[in-house]
């Protein structure tokens, strides 16, 4: 009888255990709410929350212009330390300190087996495996708690002698920045043009140069950003509303960019790297376009400059951050600059507030429960 008592008193303790999340409720409408902490499931973790950010998607999702459901948590840049392990999942313990991609492949699908992580998921015949976007299709890491879906294929443990600020921005906007260079194969004397210097488009410029560029050159029209990308070492940085930014490029380089990053997702942006690039140039696209995007011929050589035009989403899984993490480790990485402003998850309001206003030059912010 006893026994009994203790194990529903354990129970209902397990079923009472809240967190603080920031939940979606409507368009413009974001709160922090208490809510259920969940318990992981076959192949998954729970993570506490130590330190996340917020993106410009996020900004995307609370204006209405990123449909996700009423009540889904937001959120998807996580630094954490192990809570709960769920079964099937090996090698970890309560405790660990882990980083955990914005996209969590499955490792599994035909997606993920052929390297192609970021588009775990996306394929019809694997749905039921994948397609896991933290605060996007699945909860997210704005909360005190975060479950971890394919735990195994996602958790990088941190070393010891990394913060979590060093590492919090390798989650999305440095593995999506610098994976513009590397999709842009920037390879040893490049010249690069980078296209909105936001903080994907500085992760981009600082790809080109791990990678071996000459010189990278920056263009946007933004006083706080053009001076930002100065100290964080962009060579060049041309502001549009000054130059006529296409000429300027091919001035520079002599006859176009080896390879210009597209780092916004407009039609100018998207056009004018095009208009920038060398004959058999590589134009490398982040941005994410809404609506129509048209490809001048004039602009594409004709189909006759050999041109490549690739895109890419943000690389997860726990290789890439082990990798990412080794660069900051060797002080090749440093991206505690970039981290402006700090706040308490308690405050996230004006968090999001600052951050999607661009106000007092913040270029990303560092929330903490
Ligand atoms: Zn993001
Ligand atoms: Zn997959």
């Not at 008592?5 to 208490?34: C, H, P, Y």
């Not at 780092?263 to 376009?289: D, H, K, M």
């Not at 998850?345 to 030059?361: M, N, P, T």
């Amino acid at each position: 009888m006893t026994a009994t008592l203790e194990l529903e008193k354990s129970k209902s303790t397990t079923a009472r255990a809240t967190m603080r999340a920031t939940i979606f409720r409507g368009v413009n409408d974001i709160r922090v709410e208490e809510v259920l902490r969940p318990v992981p499931s076959a192949g998954e973790a729970l993570i506490r929350v130590t330190m996340t950010t917020i993106c410009g998607t996020d900004v995307h999702i609370v204006k209405g212009e990123y449909p996700v459901r009423e009540g889904l948590i937001i959120g998807h840049e996580p630094v954490g330390v192990i809570e709960e392990i769920g079964p099937g999942v090996t090698g970890y313990t309560k405790g660990d300190r882990v980083l955990i991609g914005a996209i969590t492949p499955c490792g599994q699908c035909r997606a993920c087996l052929s390297g192609h992580l970021s588009q775990c998921g996306r394929d019809k015949d694997y749905e039921a495996l994948g397609g896991w976007r933290f605060g996007n299709t699945i909860n997210g890491a704005q909360a005190e708690y975060l479950i971890v879906p394919n735990a195994q294929a996602n958790m990088a443990k941190i070393p010891d002698d990394l913060a979590d600020d060093q590492v919090l921005l390798l989650t999305d906007i440095a593995s999506t920045g610098i994976s513009g260079a590397e999709s842009g194969k920037v390879t040893l004397g490049d010249q690069v043009a980078v296209f909105a210097l936001g903080p994907i488009g500085l992760c981009a410029a600082i790809g080109a140069r791990l990678l071996g560029a000459a010189r990278v050159i920056g263009v946007d029209g933004d006083d706080a950003r053009i001076a930002f990308a100065k100290r964080m070492g962009v060579d060049i940085v041309l502001d549009y509303r000054k130059v006529d930014v296409v000429a300027e490029i091919r001035r520079i380089t002599g006859s176009g960019a080896d390879v210009a990053i597209e780092a916004l997702g407009t039609q100018p942006t998207f056009e004018n790297a095009l208009r920038s690039l060398r004959p058999g140039g590589t134009l490398s696209s982040l941005g994410v376009y809404s609506g129509k995007l048209a490809i001048p011929y004039e602009a594409f050589g004709a189909g006759l400059a050999d041109y490549n035009i690739v895109t890419t989403l943000c690389p997860g899984g726990k290789e890439r951050m082990t990798r990412l993490m080794a660069m900051v480790r060797s002080g090749r990485l440093d991206l505690r600059p970039l981290i402006t402003h700090r706040f308490k998850l308690s405050e996230i309001k004006q968090a999001y507030k600052l951050f999607s206003e661009r106000a007092d030059g913040v270029m990303k912010v560092a929330i903490t429960p």
